[in-house]
Each structure stands twice: as structure tokens, then as C-alpha cells.
């Protein structure tokens, strides 16, 4: 009995009605605050996702259009779909970028009046990475470029052509032997002496 008296008189006594109603107060502009806060973060976020999904369209331009210039001064794919080569829609194109977004590979339709087909390219992007590059047009040079073409003919003469469409290299890139190093020459010399 002793221990329930002295339970009860430890207790808390109520909180007038004047504490009730700053709390209350305390408690909404807590509220007001977590609101405001998550609205801030949600806003960031939306803004990074709408930032990125624009620099992945602005990459996939600019390396379609290099593309699309070559392609459509190469005569083997002239001759197998014709002319006008036109570019498909975007949303029909896959991009997979790496390297801090200095590579790239894609892939998009192109269809022209006798054929359709997909071109594949890899691409890297000359210039620097800053906030200013964001805003400016890049420099795309394409490595490796395919194209992957459908010509459709008489009743079962449907042909399906793959035209190789990369740079070629310039004699003055062209590849030269190795030679050894001097540290493989004494490894050499010593497994030979033994």
C-alpha cells in the first residue's frame, strides 16, 4: 500500500489547459516544418531526375546526329534503303553512358524509302566536364558504328544486310610490334642461362 501512495505521488500532476494549447502550437508548427522540408527534398530530387533525363537527350542528339551524317554519306546503305535516310523516334533508341558520361553507346531506327534497319555505335566525347559543358554542344567521335538494315523484297527475298560503317584508321595511328621490355629481356636471359 505504501508503494502505491508513493507511485502516486510521484505521478505527474495534469498540465493546465494554457501548456495543452502550446504544445498544440509547438506541435503544428513542428508539422509545418517536417512539410516544408520533405516538399524541399522532393522538389531536389525531381529537379536532379528532370536534369538528368535532359543531359542523357542532349547526349543522344548530338552522337545520333554525327551519326546520321555519316550514314547517310555512305553509299552501301544508300543503296539498300535509299535516300532519305530519316532518323526514328527517340523513344525507340537505347543509351548507355560510362566514364563520368564521356562514352557512350547507342542504338536507334533509321528507315529510309526502301528499308528500315538499326544503327549501333560507340562514341567518346572530346572536351572538358564542367557545369559550363552541360549547357554547350559536345564533340562526339565515333569509335565503332553498325548499321543493321532490313530490305524487303519479293515474296521471300527479304535480305538483311550488316554494313560496317567505323573510321578508318589513319596511317599514322596504325598498330606497330612491340618490343620487349628490358626488365623481360633479363627475365628472358636468366630462365635461358638456367
Known amino acids: 500500500m505504501l508503494a502505491k501512495r508513493l507511485s502516486s505521488f510521484l505521478k505527474l500532476s495534469p498540465k493546465p489547459k494554457i501548456s495543452s494549447a502550446v504544445k498544440d502550437a509547438d506541435e503544428k508548427q513542428g508539422k509545418y516544418y517536417a512539410r516544408k522540408a520533405v516538399s524541399f527534398v522532393l522538389i531536389t530530387i525531381t529537379g536532379g531526375v528532370a536534369l538528368s533525363a535532359l543531359d542523357d537527350l542532349s547526349i543522344y542528339h548530338g552522337c545520333s546526329s554525327k551519326a546520321m551524317e555519316d550514314a547517310s554519306k ?78 524487303p523484297g519479293n515474296e ?22 612491340c618490343v620487349a621490355c628490358p626488365s623481360d629481356r633479363s627475365q628472358a636471359k636468366l630462365s635461358s642461362n638456367q
Open 74 to 151: 555512305n553509299q552501301a546503305i544508300i543503296d539498300a534503303i535509299g535516300e532519305p535516310i530519316i532518323k526514328g523516334s527517340w523513344y525507340n533508341a537505347s543509351l548507355a553512358v560510362a566514364h563520368k558520361r564521356q562514352s557512350v553507346s547507342c542504338s536507334f531506327p533509321v528507315s529510309g524509302p526502301l528499308g528500315s534497319g538499326v544503327l549501333q555505335l560507340k562514341a567518346v566525347r572530346n572536351g572538358d566536364d564542367s557545369w559550363s559543358s552541360f549547357f554547350l554542344p559536345r564533340d562526339w567521335e565515333i569509335l565503332v558504328m553498325d548499321a543493321l538494315l532490313h530490305v
Open 156 to 177: 521471300e527475298k527479304h535480305q538483311t544486310l550488316r554494313i560496317n560503317l567505323s573510321p578508318k584508321l589513319s596511317p599514322s595511328i596504325a598498330c606497330t610490334d
